[in-house]
Structure formats: structure tokens, C-alpha cells
């Protein structure tokens, strides 16, 4: 009996997934556990692998279609078995079938870019693609198809796109003495066309929603940093053993844990009529990624020592950086830090991850000078940056958390020892 393969369910909050590449075809023989095809969410990358031993005896969906959970993915049984797949996507010939036909676009009173091709073929094209097509003018006779039994898929019109292959723009309404064609010359794009990843769509639309929801507000200090730097200089020397990778960062995520359990509504979620005040930590940083911003969270951070604080950062990093980091990995913040000191950064507004109540920004080192004694004594400083839900909390609150977390960087080795 041929078995449906269904898109999985990722995570709590994810209700669809694009699918963005096909690890196997049709007619392949796979085994459990091989890798069937890999799945783009909102924050990461999944290859997903079967549960059955057969044949993929039919593929439900292209590159770069973005599917709901439990939506049929393939089909897998036995060569000749045949299957009806209830809720499967409409075939290539429906989508075909209902895009309108190139003629009728000639018709128009004004000329506009159309795909350019034969009105007698019948191409097999995702609807994507066609979409992209019709807006941009791309010459669909000249696209190279990637896609799955030679169908042209969306990536394939932003290649054409990006090497010059535009539609030349439709006719306008038949004239007496039509103008003597022009000479055929190569047109060269004004520019290239990326449409945006999932990625970025879930940021641009968390950014929106978080600045057009909430009332926020920015404190900046700074405080002494020797501390950290004689802490550093001694760990990465063999000085302290075990902590020789710890850096600057670890430091800071390790400080903000310890303070917040004394800020209770600064570790919390706000709805807007009630309060979620959290008795753990979860710890989000930012972290940069070839794909966008992410979030990964340190879950219980105020329970994790500094050495194995340093450690699970440095996993949950990596894993954000390569795609693979699993969804649960980045859910359930409390409160966010994001550190943009190593890019020279003196000051910033970071945005807060609703439905959190604030988010940390760390700022670069700066050599600063203040008197003593009446003479000049020069120290390192490092800038940090609040941004706070004022519908949450009052700016007194604020300024007490960055004071406390102030004292707890400027005497370092007293909070490891507390």
C-alpha cells in the first residue's frame, strides 16, 4: 500500500514551511531515514527523511512552494501502485489551464511586459514562476528549467531575469502604417530581482508589528569595563582553567541572567491586559546569520554556570549559522541581547521581540578619561543600550536595571562568586 508522505509540523507556532529543495525524484528507490527533500520556515532549514522503504512514485509540489502542515508532500509505494491523494496541490496542467493566454493580453489598449512565448506551447511552469514572469516580462522562451520533469520553477525566471532575458513589451492597438521593426539588440536588465526569503518576510513583519504595537523608549549608560577585560585577559592566558573560549559577550548574557531575577518585569511577557512574569530565565541573543537575524534562546540561563553558558551560546550560534538550529531553540524568550560592540558600534535602538518587555544592545569598547583626585585617569568603557516597553514599565524601573546591571559587569568576579 503506497504511503503519503505530509509536511511535518516543525514547531508550535509554524503553520507552513516552503519547501526548497527536492533530495530525491520520481522514480527513485529510498529507504527510512534517507533524506527526502529539505523545508525553509520563518527562522531555519530542515531536511526532512522518510519514514517508508520504496519508490517515490510521485512528486506533490515543487521548489519554492510554500505548503501548510499535513499538506501531501509524495508519494511513496511500490512501482505501478496508484494513489488518490486527497488535499495534494493542483496539477501543473489546472494552473496552466486557468493563466490567461498571451493573446489576450495583445488586446490591451496600452502596451505592458508580458512572458514572452509561443501562444501554441503549453509550458510546464509553477505558478510562482508564471507570476513573476508576467510582472517582470520575462522571455520564458529563454529560461533554462531546473525544476522537477523539466519544469520551470521561480528561481529559474530570476536567473533569466538577471541575465538580461526580458519579453519585448506587447504591441499597442494595430496602426495604419505600422513602424518597421527595430534592429534585435541585447537589453540588458536596469536591475536584478530578489524576492525575499522567508527569513526576511517573518522579520520584516515581527519589526512592524513590534514597533507599530508598543510604546518604546531607550536608555543608554555605560559602565567600567576593566573588569571584564582583566577577567578576559586571565581566562584566554589558561589563568582561570576551563574558560579560555569565554568571551565578552558570554560575560554580558552572563550578568543580564543574574540581574533580571532582581527585574521581574523586565523578564516577562506582556499581552497588553495581564503580565507573564517568568521564574526562569530564557535568555535570547541575536545572532547573525547568511539568512537574516535570528534569535536563539538559552533556556534557564540563571541556572547554567559561565562555562557552560559560553558553551550553549556557542552550539545554539552555530547551529542558527549552518540553518539547522530546531525551532524550539529560538521560542519562549523572556529577554533579548543583542551585541553589535564588535562592529564599532557606540550607541543603537534595538528593537524588542514582542511579546517580551525589553532588549538589551551591548555597544563597543571606547577608551574614556574622568578625574581622580583632581587628575586625569583613562579606563575602558563599554556602552549599553536599553529599549523598554513603556505601556509595561516606567523609565525609573529602567534606569534601575541598567544601574544594577552596571554594578554587576564593574565587579565581575563578585557576581561569579555569588
Request: with cysteine; net charge negative.
Amino acid at each position: 500500500m503506497a504511503n503519503i508522505v505530509l509536511m511535518p509540523q516543525l514547531g508550535i507556532s509554524e503553520e507552513s514551511a516552503v519547501l526548497s529543495q527536492w533530495r530525491v525524484a520520481e522514480g527513485d528507490v529510498v529507504k527510512a531515514g534517507q533524506i527526502l527533500f529539505t523545508l525553509e520556515t520563518g527562522k531555519s532549514s530542515f531536511d526532512v527523511e522518510s519514514e517508508f522503504d520504496g519508490t517515490v512514485l510521485k512528486l506533490l509540489c515543487d521548489e519554492g512552494d510554500e505548503l501548510p502542515i499535513k499538506a501531501p508532500i509524495c508519494v511513496i509505494g511500490e512501482p505501478g501502485e496508484t494513489v488518490d491523494v486527497p488535499g495534494a496541490a493542483a496539477a501543473p496542467a489546472a494552473a496552466e489551464e486557468a493563466a490567461p493566454a498571451v493573446e489576450e493580453k495583445v488586446a490591451a489598449p496600452i502596451a505592458a511586459p508580458v512572458a514572452t512565448v509561443a501562444a501554441d506551447d503549453k509550458l510546464h511552469i509553477s505558478p510562482r514562476a508564471r507570476n513573476l514572469a508576467e510582472k517582470t516580462g520575462a522571455d520564458l522562451s529563454a529560461v533554462t528549467a531546473t525544476g522537477p520533469e523539466g519544469r520551470i520553477i521561480e528561481r529559474d525566471v530570476v536567473r533569466a531575469l538577471n541575465e538580461g532575458k526580458i519579453g519585448k513589451a506587447a504591441p499597442a492597438v494595430a496602426e495604419e502604417k505600422p513602424a518597421a521593426p527595430a534592429p534585435a539588440a541585447e537589453t540588458k536588465a536596469a536591475y536584478t530581482v530578489e524576492p525575499l526569503t522567508r527569513v526576511r518576510k517573518v522579520i520584516a513583519d515581527n519589526m512592524h508589528r513590534s514597533l507599530s504595537e508598543m510604546a518604546q523608549l531607550t536608555l543608554t549608560t555605560s559602565f567600567d569595563a576593566t573588569a571584564l577585560l582583566d577577567f578576559r585577559k586571565a581566562a584566554k592566558s589558561g589563568k582561570i582553567a576551563g574558560l579560555e573560549g569565554v568571551t565578552y559577550n558570554d560575560m554580558i548574557l552572563f550578568a543580564v541572567s543574574r540581574t533580571l531575577l532582581d527585574f521581574p518585569y523586565f523578564n516577562a511577557h506582556f499581552t497588553g491586559d495581564e503580565f507573564h512574569l517568568y521564574n526562569t530565565v530564557n535568555l535570547g541573543f541575536a545572532c547573525d546569520t547568511d539568512k537574516g537575524l535570528m534569535v536563539p534562546v538559552i533556556k534557564n540561563a540563571e541556572t547554567l554556570s559561565l562555562k557552560a553558558l559560553s558553551e550553549r551560546a556557542k552550539t545554539l550560534a552555530k547551529s542558527a549559522q549552518s540553518g539547522s538550529i530546531a525551532p524550539a531553540d529560538m521560542q519562549e524568550g523572556t529577554f533579548t541581547v543583542s551585541n553589535l560592540g564588535s562592529l564599532g558600534i557606540e550607541s543603537f535602538t534595538p528593537v524588542i521581540n514582542p511579546p517580551q518587555t525589553g532588549i538589551l544592545g551591548v555597544n563597543t569598547l571606547e577608551t574614556r578619561v574622568r578625574l581622580e583626585n583632581g587628575n586625569p585617569v583613562y579606563y575602558t568603557a563599554m556602552g549599553l543600550s536599553l529599549t523598554f516597553d513603556h505601556r509595561a514599565v516606567d523609565g525609573a524601573p529602567a534606569a534601575r536595571f541598567l544601574a544594577a546591571l552596571r554594578a554587576n559587569l564593574e565587579n565581575f568576579t563578585l557576581l561569579l562568586a555569588k
